[in-house]
């Protein structure tokens, strides 16, 4: 199947500080990517919806200010989590879809987040 | 609002069982249903890909089948093996945009 990679793997940091986390598609164009949040023994909870050069769609309840999310190109989108707080630690999944699947989404090894 | 739900949470069988994994959604109209597996502290593995017109897809020991009138998919692995010690997820695609609704998944462990 198609290669969707995340980076970093594993981030602390310190309140307030910010922090991007990478997702790419390897071998692909994925004109849509989503991102994905997973809190412990939990499923995957849909943050939003990105579209390579237009303006991230969020769900309902995420703040869009605090998580931006950028889809420069077709092959990479950025989560940068602003302000981070421990409560935002928690494990972000990314997800992309190429123009030639058939609907199959892709996903990233996901990334560790953890707020001290 | 979709609902996708997958029961048992939890599966604990031994080695060389065949066993079922189910997942129900509440809106029959569908786009696609995907079958994931992660590892803990990973990301998500497709396994299965089933579209909204076909009935089952099988890969190696994964048969999955689609019910669409009645809501259900279910997982079939045949002969497991610890290896298959995993969680599973259903997800459940309502429109082309792709946008996937996820079940709680099943946490199946396999015992030598």
């Known amino acids: 199947g198609a290669v969707v990679s995340q980076h970093p793997s594993w981030v602390i940091c310190k309140s307030g500080t910010s922090v991007k986390i990478e997702c790419r598609s390897l071998?692909?164009?994925?004109?849509?990517m989503f991102w994905y949040r997973q809190f412990p023994k939990q499923s995957l909870m849909l943050m939003a919806t990105s579209n390579e050069g237009s303006k991230a769609t969020y769900e309902q309840g995420v703040e869009k200010d605090k998580f931006l999310i950028n889809h420069a190109s077709l092959t990479l989108s950025t989560l940068t989590v602003t302000s981070a707080h421990p409560e935002d630690s928690s494990f972000y999944i990314c997800?992309?879809?190429?123009?030639?699947?058939?609907?199959?989404?892709?996903f990233g090894e996901g990334s560790r987040l953890t707020v001290l | 609002k979709q609902e996708v739900t997958q029961i048992p949470a939890a599966l604990s069988v031994p080695e060389g069982e065949n066993l079922v994994l189910n997942c129900s959604f509440t809106d029959s109209a569908i786009y696609n249903l995907q079958w994931f597996r992660q590892d803990p502290g990973k990301g998500l593995t497709s396994l299965l890909l089933i579209q909204s017109s076909q009935r089952e897809q099988t890969s190696g020991r994964l048969n999955a089948s689609l019910d669409k009138s009645s809501g259900r998919s279910t997982l079939y692995i045949a002969a497991s093996q610890p290896g298959d010690s995993a969680t599973y997820l259903c997800?459940?695609?309502?429109?082309?945009?792709?946008?996937?609704?996820f079940g709680g998944g099943t946490r199946l462990m396999v015992k030598p």
């Open positions: 997800a459940v695609g309502f429109n082309a945009g792709n946008m996937l609704t």
């Open positions: 997800s992309a879809r190429s123009r030639q699947s058939s609907g199959e989404l892709f």
């Open positions: 071998d692909f164009q994925a004109t849509t």
